[in-house]
């Protein structure tokens, strides 16, 4: 069995955004980037698949060669092999496009992404890329079991979870529960190791179409100062929310 | 050029964040001079409710083959409707389901995308859009050359606005092919009579300073209380007082309620991601240093054990007396 990982290389969750170039760049001055959160619940779920049914799993990624860092620790956390397409990442449509023209190549049996990216959120390249290889694709997974090529997935719906089947290939956007984050793999020295000898082939990037460009981006507003309500006091909280901001 | 927005249904009925996907796609008609036009799958003949949001027609597919909601079918029957209609521009709600459709929509049609959308356009050429990025730590304005458009909006952020609008309803048919069909709903587990944290107009939010699953009860009280939600941060679920369905921050589920109430949450900058877009925030918290209290618009030092049931007995007080 052959599985796809695709890797965001995102900035780390406890980063303070800020823009440059007139606000319409991310400033990426002094980030430290990680692998995409999302991404590594199915990164970790395709290693455990890999022990025990001796799949081999390629991680992927569009993005510039600053990128390689995150793609070596995905191969120092398990993954057999890693593919870079050389391009920035600015467009879902032109991203999934990238990434359907290799794995159309390589039939994969399982795609696995994160649900979104932290930085761009669209949420939108997983779906897209499935479509584009006609291919199912479930939104939001937490949870994988894999009986030969039967697959039983359950994904979050708003309020619940849903339980499906369907047979391989499918693609799935995955988040916290595919595995629990007590079960997150991280990289060990002798993965590390390893790691330096895998291969990691960067491919230039075919054609592809942009849909949407970014104009500008802004930070949200700064809070005016928090009104402090003594302990002993709570009423005054109960009318400030009644007659202040009118929510109850 | 019509407007087509899908009206989502849940167990065949609507919910606010379906009313406000319609009443965003009947403002964006209006601003393009063109009409709008819904469409709902497997609901329970409520169908006329939408035009109170400015829609004069409805279509709805009653097809045994779309009872259950299928990402595939239900794409491939709003793509259908969009032909059908000649609408180039698609409204759906950035809901669970929203997200499993859209992108499938875009990229069959060629269409662009655009998602967690806050506001109507600020510009119809190029269509230029603001939308929450960076896990609603920034947001960023986007832009579109093309004709066909997705455009995904985020709960909770714009207003149902009612009209005196009345809507016709219509049929409409697709069934569900083989190829739709290759996976299969073996289940539904949903959380009963529970209000959905996107959709939530108040939110109550628990942390580690909570101490343990069990103390959950009076936050569970505050909330039903409130009509509220309940929440809890990313430590409280990975210990698993909580189940991850309720975490909110960055990593989990991103909220932005009319009122948002923290107890015993520090506000780390990975939380505050998730909740900031919240338009008023209550605080209560020991550690008059956390940093929370700055993005809090009111605030509590005191021991939540202390401070919430205080909160109860004033809120039921205030409720006897309005």
Same mark, same amino acid.
Do not use: M
């Given at each position: 069995m052959k599985i796809l990982v695709c890797i965001s290389h995102v900035p780390d969750t406890t980063s303070k955004i800020n823009f440059t170039n007139n606000n319409t760049?991310? @400033?990426?001055?002094g980030i430290t980037f990680v692998i995409n959160p999302y991404d590594e619940f199915g990164l970790t779920r395709a290693m455990q698949i890999k022990e025990a049914t001796g799949a081999t799993v390629t991680v992927i990624n569009v993005g510039s060669a600053s990128t390689e860092p995150t793609l070596r620790k995905a191969l120092a956390i398990g993954a057999d092999d890693a593919v870079r397409i050389n391009?920035?990442?600015?467009d879902a449509a032109f991203v999934a496009r990238l990434l359907a023209d290799y794995a159309e190549e390589q039939n994969f049996d399982l795609i696995i992404t994160g649900r979104?990216?932290? @930085?761009?959120?669209?949420?939108?390249v997983p779906g897209m890329l499935a479509t584009y290889l006609d291919i199912p694709f479930v939104n939001a997974c937490i949870g994988l079991e894999l009986k030969g090529t039967k697959s039983t997935v359950i994904r979050e719906i708003d309020g619940g979870k849903e339980t499906l089947e369907g047979n391989l290939p499918m693609l799935l956007a995955g988040q916290?529960?595919?595995?629990?984050e007590k079960d997150l793999r991280i990289p060990a020295m002798r993965g590390i190791m390893m790691a330096r000898k895998k291969p990691l082939i960067v491919i230039e990037a075919g054609e592809a179409v942009k849909q949407t460009s970014v104009l500008g981006f802004e930070l949200p507003e700064a809070k005016a100062a928090c009104t402090m309500i003594d302990a002993d006091n709570v009423e005054q909280l109960v009318e400030l929310l009644h007659s202040e901001a009118k929510v109850i | 050029m019509a407007v087509l927005v899908y009206a989502e249904s849940w167990s065949g009925s609507f919910k606010k964040a379906t009313f406000e996907a319609v009443s965003y796609a009947a403002q964006l008609a209006d601003k393009i001079g063109t009409e709008v036009i819904a469409l709902t799958i497997?609901?329970?003949?409520?169908?006329?409710?939408?035009?109170?949001?400015?829609?004069s027609k409805v279509f709805t597919i009653a097809n045994d083959s779309l009872t259950t909601f299928n990402n595939q079918a239900y794409a491939n029957a709003i793509i259908a409707a969009a032909e059908s209609t000649g609408a180039d521009t698609i409204v759906i709600s950035n809901t669970n389901n929203g997200k499993a459709v859209a992108p499938i929509i875009a990229a069959k049609r060629g269409a662009a995308l655009i998602t967690n959308v806050l506001d109507?356009?600020?510009?119809?050429?190029?269509f230029t859009v603001k939308r929450k990025t960076f896990s609603s730590k920034a947001f960023a304005q986007y832009s579109t050359e093309a004709t066909q458009k997705v455009i995904s909006i985020t709960p909770n952020a714009i207003g149902a606005i009612e009209t005196n609008k009345s809507a016709a309803t219509e049929s409409f048919d697709y069934t569900a092919t083989e190829s739709d069909n290759r996976l299969s709903s073996v289940s539904v587990d949903k959380a009963k009579g529970k209000i959905t944290l996107t959709e939530a107009e108040i939110v109550v939010s628990g942390g580690?300073?909570?101490?343990?699953?069990?103390? =959950?009860n009076m936050i569970e009280e505050l909330a039903e209380l409130l009509g509220a939600a309940t929440a809890c941060s990313k430590p409280v679920a990975d210990i698993g =007082?909580?189940?991850?369905?309720?975490h909110v921050g960055q990593t989990g589920i991103a909220i932005n309620p009319e009122l948002y109430i923290a107890i015993g949450?520090?506000?780390?900058i990975q939380h505050l991601a998730g909740v900031?877009?919240?338009k008023n925030i209550v605080v209560i918290n020991?550690?008059?240093?956390?940093?929370?209290f700055k993005a809090a618009d009111y605030g509590i030092i005191g021991d939540a054990f202390e401070v919430v049931p205080k909160l109860i007995e004033a809120l039921k007080t205030y409720k006897i007396n309005n």
């Open positions: 760049e991310f @400033d990426s001055n391009a920035e990442p600015t979104e990216s932290i @930085d761009y959120n669209g949420g939108a916290k529960g595919l595995v629990e | 497997a609901n329970n003949n409520n169908s006329t409710q939408l035009g109170k949001y400015g829609v109507l356009p600020s510009s119809l050429s190029p580690r300073g909570l101490k343990g699953a069990e103390n =959950w =007082w909580r189940p991850h369905g309720e949450i520090s506000g780390a900031n877009a919240s020991t550690d008059a240093e956390a940093p929370f």
